[in-house]
């Protein structure tokens, strides 16, 4: 069955194109810093906001107009997977990420629902197979159905914790068998409302050793994806164990599995934790623990993960920065987690809000690597430091200095200069080279 029936193979067409079907900047095959742009940006489809999203709001229902909405909640889900696979190839993405529950129904055991999810899965890997498509990463909704409501690793229910882990298993399994890059933790109820009925340690333990299960089961089944987890700092929970990545990286060191994972960073979370993009990458690049991203971005002015699609210059700008300096993304990708808004309804619409991310993307990776050859950056922050590069800063770099050596150079030296920071001109700089590109 054909689901978009009026949209053909979305192509690049360049800057003084104005079909709205078409790529302005997103060039796949363009080389930048010795690489292709579908190289650098490694796109990925979120099956859950683009297949399984209705539109719905805390107010409202859903107001999507879908081609594969069925009545039959197998019939819908394996009309959702022939969609995705055409959606995947007119789009020109080539990959596609999911939790088990987008695709496939509970049903009313977990052997049953198992049985469901293993009848997807087989027209997965048959898509797969045959589109080329790949998955970026799969991972367990552990969030929505009613027995997670005190949390799901970190619940005070092991009847809940067992159900869990064998959850857990079988979505490992799921991964292999499509070979997915990357498996993703994401814990919306790994967290608590208030600390007077928690047990913080037993929970933030139990959460642990849930991780050593995955990497010990994901070892006997030779599943060898990179582990990431993704941090959030609340809703649905008040506060969340993986608040943002400084958490989350204290964490994984606490429980000594800090080489066994890396992060999965999403915009909108970054912003709800009161941090920008550009931070949580660079905290995660330079712990080495960056690993893929979550293309989205927050309204500042709505206190919610509201995941609308990134067209923000500035901030993709900065973010392929700080991917660029960090070297890439490796294994990850950069997985639109962004839903149309509730008036987007039509099935266009899809494509629209697609290419309007990508196309961004694609922008701010080229002024990226343009601040990158043209040393903007680097120029300043390297002046700016010059002070540690000789004289006392270098005896301080080296390990050399000591509190006597320092009140000694301090007494000799009674005149102290700072110098302007000049964060105004930086930004106006920063604005020329975005749309100079």
Not at 230 to 244: A, G, M, N, S, W
């Given at each position: 069955?054909?689901y978009?029936k009026?949209?053909g193979k979305?192509?690049?067409?360049?800057k003084?194109s104005?079909?709205p079907?078409?790529?302005k900047h997103?060039?796949?095959?363009?080389?930048i810093?010795?690489?292709?742009m579908e190289?650098h940006?490694?796109?990925?489809v979120a099956?859950?906001?683009?297949f399984?999203?209705?539109?719905?709001d805390p107010f409202?229902?859903g107001?999507?107009?879908?081609g594969w909405d069925?009545?039959?909640?197998?019939?819908?889900?394996?009309r959702?997977?022939?969609?995705?696979?055409e959606?995947?190839n007119?789009?020109?993405?080539?990959?596609?990420c999911f939790?088990d529950?987008d695709?496939?129904?509970?049903?009313?055991?977990?052997?049953e629902?198992?049985?469901n999810?293993d009848v997807?899965?087989d027209m997965l890997?048959?898509?797969?197979?045959?589109?080329?498509a790949?998955?970026?990463w799969?991972?367990?909704?552990m969030f929505?159905?009613?027995?997670f409501v005190?949390?799901?690793?970190t619940t005070?229910?092991?009847d809940?914790?067992a159900y869990?882990?064998?959850?857990?298993k079988?979505s490992?399994?799921?991964?292999?068998r499509?070979?997915?890059?990357?498996?993703?933790f994401?814990g919306?109820?790994?967290?608590?409302?208030t600390?007077?009925?928690?047990?913080?340690?037993?929970?933030?333990?139990?959460l642990?050793?849930?991780?050593?299960?995955a990497?010990a089961?994901?070892n006997?089944?030779?599943?060898d994806?990179?582990f990431l987890i993704?941090?959030?700092?609340?809703?649905?929970?008040?506060?969340?164990?993986?608040?943002?990545a400084?958490?989350t990286i204290s964490?994984?060191?606490k429980?000594g599995l800090k080489?066994?994972?890396?992060?999965n960073?999403?915009a909108n979370?970054a912003?709800?934790?009161?941090?920008?993009?550009?931070h949580e990458?660079?905290?995660?690049?330079?712990?080495g623990?960056?690993?893929?991203?979550?293309a989205?971005?927050?309204?500042l002015?709505?206190?919610?993960?509201t995941d609308?699609?990134?067209?923000d210059?500035?901030?993709?700008t900065?973010t392929?920065?700080?991917?660029l300096?960090?070297g890439?993304?490796?294994r990850?990708?950069i997985n639109?987690?962004a839903k149309v808004r509730?008036?987007?309804?039509?099935?266009?619409?899809?494509f629209?809000a697609?290419?309007?991310?990508?196309?961004?993307?694609a922008?701010?990776l080229?002024?990226?690597a343009?601040?990158i050859d043209?040393?903007?950056i680097d120029?300043?922050v390297?002046?700016?430091?010059r002070?540690?590069r000789?004289g006392?800063?270098?005896e301080?770099?080296?390990?050399?200095?000591?509190?006597a050596s320092?009140e000694?150079?301090?007494?000799?030296?009674?005149v102290i200069k700072n110098?302007?920071?000049?964060?105004?001109?930086i930004k106006l700089m920063?604005?020329?080279i975005i749309?100079?590109v």
């Open positions: 069955m054909t978009f009026n949209i979305i192509a690049y067409e360049g003084g104005d079909n079907l078409a790529f997103y060039n796949p095959s363009e080389v810093l010795g690489k292709t190289e940006l490694r796109f990925a099956y859950w906001h683009t399984t999203g209705a539109g719905s409202g229902v107001t999507a107009v879908r069925s009545a039959d909640a197998m019939d819908q889900a394996k959702r997977v022939e969609a995705n696979f959606f995947l007119k789009i020109g993405i080539p990959y596609y939790h529950r695709i496939a129904p509970e049903g009313d055991t977990l052997a629902t198992n049985k999810l997807i899965v890997e048959e898509n797969m197979k045959a589109t080329g790949k998955l970026l799969n991972t367990a909704n929505t159905n009613p027995r005190h949390g799901a690793a005070c229910n092991a809940v914790f869990v882990g064998a959850q857990l079988k490992l399994e799921v991964g292999k499509l070979g997915a890059e990357n498996y993703v994401w919306g109820r790994e967290g608590y409302e600390l007077l009925n928690t047990d913080m340690a037993l929970e933030l333990d139990n642990a050793r849930l991780f050593e299960m990497i089961y994901s006997e089944i030779g599943f994806a990179q993704e941090p959030k700092p609340k809703e649905p929970t008040k506060h969340q164990y993986d608040f943002d400084a958490t964490f994984l060191q429980y080489d066994k994972f890396k992060l960073l999403e979370h912003t709800l934790a009161g941090h920008s993009f550009e990458i660079r905290v995660a690049a330079i712990n623990m960056l690993g893929s991203l979550d989205n971005q927050g309204d002015l709505l206190g919610w993960d609308e699609f990134p067209t210059l500035y901030s993709t900065l392929m920065f700080e991917v300096k960090a890439g993304i490796g990850g990708g639109f987690d509730r008036g987007s309804f039509e099935d266009q619409d899809l629209l697609h290419i309007a991310g990508m196309d961004t993307y922008w701010g080229k002024a990226a343009k601040l043209e040393k903007v120029n300043i390297d002046n700016r430091y002070s540690f000789d006392i800063g270098a301080i770099v080296a390990g050399r200095a000591t509190l320092l000694q150079y301090a007494l000799q030296n009674n110098e302007s920071g000049r964060q105004e001109r920063l604005n020329e749309y100079s």
